[in-house]
DNA sequence: TCAAAGTCTTGCTGTAGAGCAAAACTTTCT
DNA sequence: AGAAAGTTTTGCTCTACAGCAAGACTTTGA
């Protein structure tokens, strides 16, 4: 395991200052908020029936939620690259089981945050509020996003719209993954590869 | 045009009291930001490229939400009732164009807020706040389960799973919308409902 | 109350894409 | 460096579903 990246909490500063931006005093108090932790390539953040206790902010690395369905067959719906929040937001806000896995598909490295603990600032310092609001809109709207432009698309059309616009996954993330986050199987994927 | 329900106003204050309970003072403070409109079967409350400029409450009656694409594909991602809020978040939220149709099914008696009323009461009153968080999280869990309920789901499948999760799209919705809420073609939806 | 418009059903045909199996290629580990 | 494990590609076959067209049934409105 390499040694956590440096500039990490200059990334999760940064980020708030593109949201709500905070002050240098008011973001060493919430430092102690998260715990920077390493996750290796492969492993669960966490696993489907679990309940979810933290967010993630992606400091290096990657990690995907996918589920796992009734025939066994994987869906991915998310990728978490640098500079992301990413968790199972439905276990946290409704306090039930996940349907979903958290697993890290490169080496990853977070600034992780304890459930308890986020819900506390979103109450009581605004900036969070705003933060969290930030990420539900965002949240919903990715999500909206892809059940219009890949409903009722052809195989060749969803790759390339993946293609324009998540190119860094194309890039970064294996064919299998792929092929399960566009709902298409391993094998059509890599046949419309070379047709473009 | 039926005369506007009645108890309109209770709805709406009930639909409050569930999520964040508001004083009778408090309420009356708020009615003057709705307006009761009333849309005739098939009359769309906004279209594909205008800018959504306000959330509808609905007292009788139901809309659907619903996408045209490029392939002059109709694609239907919400069947609102009484006592939803409904309205394109999206556009709101960005101030973009719609990508979304919002048409009346049934004769539709709603209350209406406009989008810069809106947002001032989430600002400024705390249990508007609430709601709206409420919304955008139920959104979310909606759309997320939409996107795993179905994705992968034999078209046979869809419809068992419509019947359980949402029967009354089935008995008041036309035929041929619910099949394009669920993503498949009349034909089959009308064959499949032979199999039960 | 009956014509006209709209909606639902059903037969038939064509096709996109699933899924298996085996080969080619890549990565990982000792 | 070479064996073992994992991933990607490719040939082949099979099926669920789309989409047209024509007929049955339902709703609407003057």
Redesign the pocket.
Known sequence: MAKFPPGAWDQLRNYFSKIAPISEGEFEDLKPSFTPSYFP??SFLLRQGELCQSMYFVVKGSFRIFHIND?G?ELTRYFAFENKFGTNLTSMIEGSPSVENLQAVEPLFVLEIKKATFFQLVETISQVNKIYRNILQNAYITSQRRIYDLQG??????LKWLLEQYPLILSRI??????SYL????????????EL
Chains 1, 2 share one sequence.
């Not at 698309?153 to 969803?158: E, G, V, Y």
């Not at 294996?174 to 092929?179: E, G, T």
């Open positions: 390539r492969n025939s067959q698309m052809s195989a060749l059309d969803r294996p064919s299998r993954l792929v092929a709902g298409i199987s391993q094998y059509t994927l890599s046949r419309l590869k070379s």
